[in-house]
């Protein structure tokens, strides 16, 4: 029988916080194999950002994270920062922009990140072996023990990156959550994040033709809210301020949509009380015009301004104000650009990512829960875990 090939460093997952965690584990000398089931590394981040990866954002900061433990975040946050992965992209020559909200994206696509990830993995001696599904991991008292397809691994330190459940045609598995249960490591529920949610049969009756039509609002949950685009689709609702209150939602619970957040609209139908110009057009001056006349033709008679009363101006400006949506459901881990939940935060040193109760073992990147708002902060979150567990390893 062949001896297992022996490692100082396993880790699972070639995307974005195993390969850091793969270069700053090698600059400290460690030998280090990642294992990737996939026929190539970074495929996540090869899709990302439209094809041109929104590797990070320069407002990053703890707040922009969910989590059970809201403070875990922050130990790795500060020891990498957008900054440091800035200098790095430089570094590679790799030309970049700011889209907005401090999103940071490449000029020409995300194979330059990744590239750049695996030529610093080259330079540290770190091997990357693509195409590897992981059979077993069991442990001794001294060294994990992995059979793979591609023969059998021992190693000191284990780190599990293998991503979430999201975008399963791009390989996302369970793998990581079932590891973290067979060393008695708590698992939060998981659920999709940063996810397209769905019409209930009433409202897909009306809104569904509008899809394609997009319009700036504010969306709130509880005391959360996001004032960005929402995006009406044939299913349901899209667009940042969804996504971004997707990760919040739950079943069964109401969002509020605020179609004019910046204008008075009842002090401006207040204004025109005495106009013969429709409800219908002067909705039309802030909204799309194909919006107005669907909100005109289930929710508020089409009259003219001077027919209608104060009381009835008053009911039509608090419904665009707080228009209430009881989404069906979201459209699931296929759409979803991210997965809430995962290994417990309580289970692991915020500092090093290594578990409490196992030495050697790590988990970094999606599979913990801890998961970024929409616009780069879910890498800079892979970025900095991988950081502070390759200081580790």
Request: aromatic share 8%; proline share 3%; with cysteine.
């Amino acid at each position: 029988m062949l001896k297992p090939q022996h490692n100082d460093v396993m880790i699972l997952g070639a995307g974005a916080a195993g390969l850091m965690c793969a270069i700053e584990a090698g600059k400290r000398g460690r030998c280090v194999v990642v294992l990737e089931h996939n026929d190539t590394a970074g495929k996540k981040i090869r899709i990302s950002g439209g094809g041109c990866c929104n590797f990070t954002n320069i407002h990053t900061a703890p707040g922009q994270f969910l989590s059970t433990n809201p403070h875990f975040a922050k130990s790795a946050l500060a020891r990498f920062t957008p900054d440091d992965f800035c200098r790095l992209v430089k570094k590679h020559g790799i030309s970049f922009h700011e889209k907005k909200l401090g999103q940071l994206f490449c000029d020409i696509n995300a194979q330059e990140i990744i590239d750049l990830l695996k030529k610093e993995c080259a330079a540290v001696n770190a091997q990357i072996l693509t195409s590897t599904s992981i059979k077993t991991v069991t442990k001794n008292a001294a060294h994990f023990h992995l059979k793979t397809n591609h023969g059998d691994f021992s190693c000191e330190s284990l780190v599990v990156a293998t991503g979430g459940l999201s975008i399963p045609p791009l390989g996302a598995t369970d793998l990581g959550y079932r590891l973290a249960k067979q060393f008695a490591i708590k698992v939060n529920p998981c659920r999709p994040g940063l996810v397209p949610l769905l019409w209930r049969k009433n409202e897909l009756a009306i809104f569904q033709d509008l899809s394609g039509l997009s319009v700036n609002a504010r969306v709130s949950l509880n005391k959360i809210l996001f004032d960005e685009n929402i995006l009406f689709t044939h299913k349901g609702l899209s667009g940042p301020a969804i996504l971004q209150i997707s990760s919040y939602w739950r079943e069964g619970e109401t969002i509020t949509i605020d179609l004019l957040a910046d204008v008075d609209i009842l002090a401006e139908l207040k204004t025109q009380h005495k106009s013969k110009t429709t409800l219908k057009n002067t909705l039309a001056d802030y909204l799309p015009a194909r919006l107005a006349e669907k909100l005109c033709q289930h929710f508020f008679a089409d009259q003219p301004l001077n027919e209608i009363s104060f009381h009835k101006m008053e009911k039509i400006s608090d419904w665009l104000h707080g228009w209430i949506v009881t989404p069906a459901g979201t459209e699931g881990y296929a759409k979803a650009e991210v997965t809430v939940g995962g290994v417990d935060t309580t289970e692991l040193s915020s500092k090093t990512m290594e578990t409490n109760k196992i030495t050697g073992l790590y988990f970094i990147g999606e599979v913990v829960d801890v998961t970024g708002h929409l616009g780069g902060y879910n890498f800079q979150w892979a970025w900095a875990s991988g950081f502070v567990a390759g200081q580790s390893v």
